[in-house]
T-cell receptor, first 108, second 114 residues
Framework: QKEVEQNSGPLSVPEGAIASLNCTYSDRGSQSFFWYRQYSGKSPELIMF????GDKEDGRFTAQLNKASQYVSLLIRDSQPSDSATYLCAVIDYKLSFGAGTTVTVRA | DTGVSQDPRHKITKRGQNVTFRCDPISEHNRLYWYRQTLGQGPEFLTYFQNEAQLEKSRLLSDRFSAERPKGSFSTLEIQRTEQGDSAMYLC????????????FGPGTRLTVT
């Protein structure tokens, strides 16, 4: 079983809609969780991190963490075409362990 | 631009040749990481340094791979006797370490082995 699993996608949403991305992890002891955005041909860009159970909001992005269910999610509100990218979920012990990513396409 | 730089950005080499990549982290960051990413996959950890000490190496890092971080500043990753399977994006990231776990990536070096 991979350490981090993500919905493989692709996920297509209309402009202005909410994109919902899901991630599960296998190590119950994991404490810190990260979401990276990666445009095609570019390197990952950190967009959110969350350490505590519950929700964390930053602009149009909301990260949700449920440690009991070993589940992390990312919501993108009012999706824009510029949000079209691959979103990577990662957990950290000293290194980042990434999922394979979910590709999001926002339709204008 | 995160402040992490990598050089070169692209490298095409023939099988069997040696290649070396350089990474300059954000200046106050004491931890430096190397990852490798192939198409359709998330980055995979290769190795990391805290200051000049190499603290961990992945099993992915065969004997043909070596990394250094002299003086705890920039780092180099060398691949000897390259194979076609080494073709990938090599990513460097840095962090403050125990003060902050967030890792910031450089633009990457795309290696193509022909």
């Amino acid at each position: 079983q991979k350490e981090v699993e993500q919905n493989s996608g692709p996920l297509s949403v209309p402009e202005g809609a909410i994109a919902s991305l899901n991630c599960t992890y296998s190590d119950r002891g994991s404490q810190s969780f990260f979401w990276y955005r990666q445009y095609s041909g570019k390197s990952p860009e950190l967009i959110m991190f969350i350490y505590s159970n519950g929700d964390k909001e930053d602009g149009r992005f909301t990260a949700q963490l449920n440690k009991a269910s070993q589940y992390v999610s990312l919501l993108i509100r009012d999706s824009q075409p510029s949000d079209s990218a691959t979103y990577l979920c990662a957990v950290i012990d000293y290194k980042l362990s990434f999922g394979a990513g979910t590709t999001v396409t926002v339709r204008a | 631009d995160t402040g992490v730089s990598q050089d070169p950005r692209h490298k095409i080499t023939k099988r069997g040749q040696n290649v070396t990549f350089r990474c300059d982290p954000i200046s106050e960051h004491n931890r430096l990481y190397w990852y490798r990413q192939t198409l359709g996959q998330g980055p995979e950890f290769l190795t990391y340094f805290q200051n000049e000490a190499q603290l961990e190496k992945s099993r992915l890092l065969s004997d043909r791979f070596s990394a250094e971080r002299p003086k705890g500043s920039f780092s180099t990753l060398e691949i000897q006797r390259t194979e076609q399977g080494d073709s990938a994006m090599y990513l460097c990231a840095s962090s403050l370490g125990t003060a902050s776990y967030e890792q910031y990536f450089g633009p990457g070096t795309r290696l193509t082995v022909t």
